[in-house]
C-alpha cells in the first residue's frame, strides 16, 4: 500500500520535530511493507509574512486527495496572535471535519513525571475532545471595539449531532480499552452547554453496557489529574475544556516534547501533530525533543489501520525514552536529529 501524506512543517521548531517523524516513518515503511509519497506544504508563518497567503482554497482543495495529513506546528513571533491559528490549523480541522481531537496521555517507563509517587501504570488515558465546536466555532463579536464601552460576546455552540458524534467515538475507544468513560463538563454552571453533553451521554450509555460511565466537573478534573490519574481511562469533553486539561495531561506524562494529537475524521482526512507548538526560542538549534512528533507519526499509522508499524514506531519510542537524560529541550542527552535516528533504528529493528 502506497499512501499519500501531506506534509505541513509549519513554524518555529516544526519543520525540526517532523524531520525526525518522516525519518521514523521511511524507516519502517520497507520492513512493514507499506510506502508513502510525502508532498510538503509551506503553509505558515514564513509564507504569511512573505506573499500574505494564510490557507488559500486551492491548497485546501489539494489537501482534501490525501490519506493524511502530517503537521509540525503553527505559531509565528512576528504574527499576531490568532491569524495563523485560525487561519490555517482550526480552518483545516473545521473544514476537513476533523471532529475528534485525540490526545493519549502515557507515562513511557524512564520518563520523569513531575507527581510524586506515580508511575507509568497509573498514567494512562486518553482525552477525546469534541474538535470542530463550542467556543471554538467562532460565534459572537465585538461592539464599540476600543471604547470604554466595549462589548465582547464569545458563544459556545454545541449540536446534538455534534456532541452524540463524539460521545459514540468516545464509547467505541472506551471498549477497546479499560470500558470505563468520564464525560467531563460544568454541569453546575454551564446547564445549557453541558446540559445536552449530560443528557445525550445518560441515553447513549446503554447501548454500551459494558462501558462504566463516569462524570467530573472540569475544574474537579484538573485535581484528580494531579491526585488519581489512575483513575481515568477515556475521557470525553468540549473543544475549550479538553484544550486546557490536555496540557495538564501533557506535563504529567513528561511534558510538551512527548505528548502527540491526532485530529480525527473518522470518516474524512485526519491531521497528526505534535501538541506542544512552534517553540520559537529553541528554533534552529536542534535542541527540541522530537518525540511528540514521532508519536503523532505513530497514531497517524494506527488511524491507517496500519498497526504492525504503527507498534513497531511505538516499540522504539519506549526503547529511546529510557535511553534520554530528560523529555526536556536541550537536557535530553542528545540533540533533535539523533533522538529521531535511536527511534528509527529501534522501530525497524522491532519489525
Ligand atoms: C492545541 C492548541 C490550539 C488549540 C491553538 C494553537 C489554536 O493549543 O492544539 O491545543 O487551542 O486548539
Ligand atoms: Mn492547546
Redesign the pocket.
Known sequence: MTYRIAVIPGDGTGPEVVAEGLKVLKAVAGPANLSFDFVHYDLGGERYLRTGEILPDSVLHELRQFHAIYLGA??HPDVPPGIL?KGI??RLRFELDQYINLRPVVLYPGVETPLKDKTPEDINFVVVRENTEGLYAGAGGVLKYGTPDEVAVQESINTRKGVDRCLKYAFELAQKRRKKLTLVGKTNVLTYAFGLWYRAFEEMAPAYPDVTTDYAHVDATCMWFVKNPEWFDVIVTDNMFG?II?DLGAIIQGGMGVAAGGNINPEGVSMFEP?GGSAPKYTGKKVVNPIAAIAAAQMMLETLGEAKAAAAVEAGIRKTVTMMKSMAAGQMGYNTEEVGDLVAQHAAAAL
Do not use: A, F
Request: no cysteine; charged share 25%; glycine share 12%.
Open positions: 503553527i505559531g491559528e490549523l482550526l484544550d490536555t501538541i
